[in-house]
């Protein structure tokens, strides 16, 4: 299995409801680190993963969305508590779209899986891994 | 599948007994970095993989049974080449057993699978990385 | 001159004012990973720089202030940008404090000088430095 | 599952062919920080996964036949891109031939499988994972 | 003293000219990870050392210059061995002519002094490091 | 002022007198990742600060001294504590007189001042910072 990773950060602003999380229930923030892994079993012709500036862009433009907000105030996220591990999944599903639209290149259907990585300190991270929907790869 | 990490670290003496390992058969130490890595395949209610509060002092008690000690004279390790490798999982065990009690909370139950990771350099380091017992999740 | 640096973190929330900030005039938020650095011409008797577990447990007191927090709510900081650099003082400010007050050891007093760098993500971070005060060191 | 990396880089000069590429079709260069990644499912009598010393003397022989070269010279590499993710295959291969020949020591033939990975800049990475060859461990 | 620091980085061929220089006297490159330090003494009123935004796009276009190039073709450095400590120097005269022209903002001709890292490998760096020119700052 | 710096590491154990050091009076360990920068306020003629190979040759035998060994045990520290800074120290001192004797090459005369920094885990580390000894630069 071939792996292609590419790093780029954002920084928000929320707050946690539960008892759980203690003083992580008053609104502050966090700066994550971002890694988008893109694996495959084979290289294409050109002896990539992906196109990496493509990759990085469509990364950017997913982080963008999101970037410098309060996501207490986000629809898309009403009523979720926007944990590190659940920001993962809401980032790989939107990069996984963007793959199925075709804005990582066509050869870019020939991914297999991901990984989104949130590096929210020097001491704490969290992803989410899974494969790449099938009609991604169709 | 979804992974939260926390990191911590120990300081500890020990010596190695083979020819194989070289100088390193003097007593001599090393830091740890230590990574703990838990997996699960769906969040729990509260959006998280585990409490992360909880994972980290649990982590920080089994690091305390080790640190600042000369592990040469730990019963525990009697005869064994206490390597990065056979460290790492002494305390995947060790942390496997605190989530069976439950000392992780009640949903860390629902956890899969756990990697625990040593550095012992910016040059080197190991891991033991496995399914969770199946005591622990029922 | 000896320098010894220990390493914590704080999350918070804050917003700026003034058009050179562009999309970080919306709330947001960041990690800070913050250095301590402590610095003196000689050793003490121990042959240290300072108590390390002292300066550690002082800065988490200092950081749990901010910690957790939206920044534009802190009385401390009505009408101002609470922009990395900023914080890097207002941190180094307290610490001062809190070595002229003792709490870091009466050996403590001997330091001469400091850093507090605040790392905002991979790409970027702050600092100030500077001697301490006199009354510090008397 | 235990693993054991080891770390060593080297620093070389290439160029694609591709209007992929970009900027890069012009002649530039990288340096690659390579990380070995060594596996198998119990440890050996040592309780080593491998012979560490031997890992970073192989990994630094292989990388040495590549280091300060012009990989556009080299006739093993003629007509094709290499790209960080083909290096990764190229440098998994020779390592994996280099175990089959028995040198990182007999115990290194229960070894299950490997990744080599190459941190081509502080943003991104790119790796090959595979099993190692049957022949290799019987 | 307060200093803010940028990342970004760039990818190089070239060759040295001397026989210590051993093996690097072959065609070979380098990624090179370049930190921008920019120090004053006093904030300005938005409590900032430098626009952070313009210290980023001005590095870019400082590096874009030298990036994916074989840097023994570029007739600025004709006869010069670019070694790390010499290109550092380099980027920071180059810098240092930008913030004079007024490129980083008018609030940037208060900057006292800089300094550019250029990290090599995991196991190597070099920077210049010194005051800004008088006339950036009249 | 130019500088370049070279990283390696040694892994030691040792204990500590007095109460102020609390568990690590015990007999434990550590890895010291060491960072040598050397610095010159001009290049030489082959445009460096110092020939980096020996640089890092002469850093690698100053630790091999040290490296896999009980510093209880070591006469040149006998009733010292070894602290962090202490050690920083004490490796400053033994590569300023290699510098002295030549041994970094005639060129690393000219070197102006030297830091020695020993990181003792990922939330800690300490150095000895000084000008290089009259003799040495004659």
């Known amino acids: 299995m071939y792996i292609v990773c590419v790093r780029d950060h954002l920084m928000i602003a929320h707050s946690f409801k539960g008892e759980i999380f203690g003083p992580a229930q008053r609104l502050h923030g966090a700066t994550y680190v971002v890694d988008l892994e893109l694996r495959r079993p084979a290289l294409d012709e050109d002896n990539l993963v992906v196109d990496i500036g493509l990759a990085s862009e469509n990364l950017k433009q997913v982080l963008a969305e999101l970037n410098y907000r309060n996501l207490d105030d986000e629809g898309a996220f009403t009523g979720a508590n926007t944990t590190t591990e659940f920001l993962a999944r809401a980032i790989f599903d939107r990069i996984a779209a ?40 169709s």
Request: aromatic share 8%; hydrophobic share 40%.
């Open 98 to 137: 963007f793959i199925a639209e075709g804005r990582l290149g066509e050869s870019a259907r020939g991914l297999a899986s991901m990984r989104v990585t949130l590096h929210e300190s020097h001491v704490a991270w969290a992803c989410y891994d899974g494969p790449l929907p099938t009609p991604a790869r």
